[in-house]
């Protein structure tokens, strides 16, 4: 089982690139928003029910996968609040013999702005310029990386699809035997993380 971990600030383009891997590979798709909108709708955003029920949907949905050899795609705003329960979700899949391919999302600012202001987005609660620099302010670090990060990419410029391929043609997938083991490649060069804001745990 493989689970691709797309990370990455609001408007980096997560969800449209995990669709076309999942079309590439026939990998199932886990929208972030699946157990964010389903614990919203039972308790307060942000309060501690909310945050062990996200935690519970995931873990739970990640060990079932694992245990039946299903891969996902999976979607996930990450910052330093975030490392604990990234923590543990790897854990859970490697526990039961999968792997975790993380792949890190990022775009130019002006890029990024432009992106949460489309109007494809207004069902997406950050769906505003002045939106996201408030959950930029207010959550530091979304910018960050995960220890273990074997792919970035700075997709400004890239179509899903083509960043899609790119993820599916690094890793090796749906090939005999799995990924291949990831090499020092980067779609851009690593850089020190710089301070942004920090998503639903």
Known sequence: ?????????????????????ARLTSFRLFHNHLTVDLAASLFAHGSPEYTEYVRHL????????????????FTFWYSDVSEPSVARYRGIVEAQGGKVLFVRLSCRPEVLEARVANPSRQNWKISSVAQLKEALAQYPD???????TQLQIDNSDSEPDVVARQIVDYFGLGTPGGPSKPGDFSAEKAAPATTAPQPPR
């Open 58 to 73: 995931r873990e739970g949905a990640f060990e079932r996968a694992a245990r039946a050899g299903v891969s996902l795609v």
């Open 142 to 148: 979304s910018f960050g990386m995960i220890p273990g």
């Open 1 to 21: 089982m493989n689970l691709v971990f797309l990370y990455g600030p609001p408007g980096t383009g997560k969800l449209t690139v995990a669709r076309e891997v």
